[in-house]
């Protein structure tokens, strides 16, 4: 009888994971950083880290990046080998395509420790939706994180209306009822927007998704969403 791995059947999970019942050969050849490694059986499926756990190793990852203290986790010749046969990823990101906001730096990770999707503006497209409900669903991941950030290209433009060129403003328009909301309000439009911004998109992620808000209902996903300041490279949580 099939058993049910959240909304997969196992069947589909291990061919959707990519999981082919081999071992993992050990190497003592380093990718980045001599970190040292213990061999995991890559066809034994880990405990899904918890919402809350998964943001706390954020928060921690992303407080030794700001202070210059990374320690460069999971980057390893053995985890290429691990992560080669399988990927259990602690979190999702869903994070701006901004060249200074890479996730795993930013947050301090690793080779299969997140799974990112990244769009101009950390849009809830619906590409980015079916990339999230995968790595939900298929891969185990309770947590989701949309990361914006200060001085995003794409919130400004949204604040100014201007044309824009090609199909640059199909993501822009996705931004627009994000700026409605605090385009009355005090302070500077283009901050107010960022913040707005991820906390609608956070709130589209549960609103347009029936596996993701399924997941939410029965306590397995918590959707959170935080700013990135590129000047400190600090991450503050903002839903």
């Not at 101009?120 to 949309?146: K, M, P, R």
């Not at 998109?201 to 997941?215: D, V, Y």
Request: glycine share 10%.
């Amino acid at each position: 009888m099939t058993q049910r791995l959240g909304f997969i059947g196992r069947r589909s999970f291990l061919q959707l994971a990519g999981l082919g019942g081999m071992g993992v050969a050990a190497s003592s050849g380093l990718l980045w950083h001599p970190e040292a490694a213990v061999a995991q059986n890559p066809t034994t499926k880990p405990q899904p880290v918890s919402p809350e756990a998964a943001l706390k190793r954020l928060l921690e990852g992303n407080q030794r990046f700001m202070e210059g203290k990374r320690q460069n986790p999971n980057q390893s010749r053995l985890r290429l080998q691990e992560t080669a046969v399988a990927q259990y990823p602690f979190a999702s990101i869903l994070g701006c395509a901004d060249s200074r906001v890479p996730a795993e730096i930013v947050f301090d990770q690793g080779l299969g420790d997140l799974f990112v999707v990244r769009v101009a503006g950390n849009v809830a497209s619906q590409t980015a939706i079916g990339s999230l409900e995968f790595s939900t669903a298929v891969l185990g991941s309770q947590l989701i994180v949309v990361v914006g950030h200060s001085r995003c290209g794409a919130v400004v433009a949204a604040t100014k209306g201007d044309p824009l060129p090609g199909r640059i403003g199909t993501f822009v328009e996705e931004i627009k009822p994000a700026v409605a909301r605090v385009v009355a309000k005090t302070g500077d439009l283009q901050q107010n927007a960022v913040i707005a911004n991820v906390q609608y998109q956070a709130e589209r992620l549960a609103e347009s998704s029936t596996i993701l808000a399924g997941l939410i209902k029965e306590g397995k996903l918590k959707i959170v969403g935080g700013r990135y300041d590129l000047s400190s490279g600090k991450f503050v949580i903002v839903t």
